[in-house]
């Protein structure tokens, strides 16, 4: 029930964000917030913690402005691009780290990233430290420009949703409920006769297609890629987002990545300190709402309904 009311909250005030907020802004929460509930389908339903992600979200990036800026395609195509090399270099990285386990997982996954990060520096057409800039937003089906904030909006809100519906199917599907079972118990799932690593190595690939999707869009709004995006630091903020928000929730990394992204935008003004005070946040967060803000309060929710 709560699901079906949060959907229903998410999709009005999405829908009408452009008129009451900065669009510019909303769109960026958007994209953090694909980028959050990909990432959340690996970590929250697969249990399986990648300090790498931001390599799919930055590489996308790169690759979807390159082949707007330099080949000339449109948004959707250079969008669909970004994505596809997400989708290649997440059969990649889960191939090489899908074996390992904890913290040995979590390692690759960052070093692997790195190799990503230091690409990106390097390559001559990334721009290096100052990013790929002046990507064109072009013409959506040759007559809609998204030059146009309110018609850019909206292209974006339809590519966060449709990337929603196919992490919400994901997860209530039975490879969700194999996920989940993974998670619980990975030694009782190999018993049952699952191939474990083939349906973890699945589930990387889809939620870095997802993470790679959100950043490709985010370089066509901002018409630039920037180095930041490919960074070690960016995986963090996602981890931050999702952990808030409420791990393992549908809703919570939304949640999540708009609290972060509205907090680190409200505190900017503090300079360095942003990074204190969004760390105090967390503790906060975690000290109070140990399951996330969506998790406690379905967690609560259901308390209630059990002792009535």
């Known amino acids: 029930m709560i699901n079906r009311v949060l959907f229903i909250i998410m999709l009005v005030a999405g829908l009408g964000a452009p008129f009451y907020a900065y669009p510019v802004f909303v769109m960026d929460l958007l994209c953090f917030a694909l980028f ?145 079972a993974i998670r619980e118990n990975e030694s009782r799932a190999l018993s049952l006769g699952y191939d474990v690593d083939h349906f973890k190595l699945l589930a990387f690939i889809i939620s870095a297609t997802l993470a790679g999707t959100a950043g490709a869009t985010k370089a066509v709004i901002f018409q630039f890629a920037a180095l930041t995006n490919a960074h070690w630091q960016t995986s963090g903020e996602v981890i931050l987002m999702t952990l808030v928000g409420g791990l393992g929730t549908i809703f919570g990394p939304v949640l999540g990545a708009i609290t972060v992204g509205a907090l680190s935008h409200e505190l900017s003004a503090f300079g360095s300190w942003v990074q204190v005070i969004l760390g105090t946040v967390f503790v906060v967060c975690v000290m109070v709402f140990r399951r996330g803000i969506v998790g406690e309060i379905q967690h609560r929710l259901l308390k209630k309904k059990t002792d009535e």
């Open 36 to 180: 959050a509930c990909a990432f959340n389908l690996l970590l929250g339903y697969a249990g399986l913690l990648s300090f790498g992600h931001a390599a799919f979200f930055g590489g996308a990036a790169y690759i979807t402005g390159y082949v707007t800026k330099e080949w000339g395609f449109g948004p959707i195509f250079g969008i669909l691009a970004g994505t596809g090399f997400a989708l290649i270099l997440g059969t990649i990285f889960g191939f090489l780290a899908i074996r390992r386990q904890g913290i040995y997982f979590a390692m690759v996954t960052l070093a692997l990233a790195q190799i990503i990060y230091f690409l990106a520096l390097q390559m001559p057409f990334t721009g290096g430290e100052n990013g790929l800039q002046g990507i064109p937003r072009g013409e959506l089906f040759g007559f809609i420009s998204l030059n146009n904030e309110i018609a850019m909006y909206y292209f974006v809100f339809a590519v966060f949703m449709i990337g929603f519906a196919i992490i919400h199917r994901t997860i209530n599907s039975p490879f969700g409920e194999v996920l989940q």
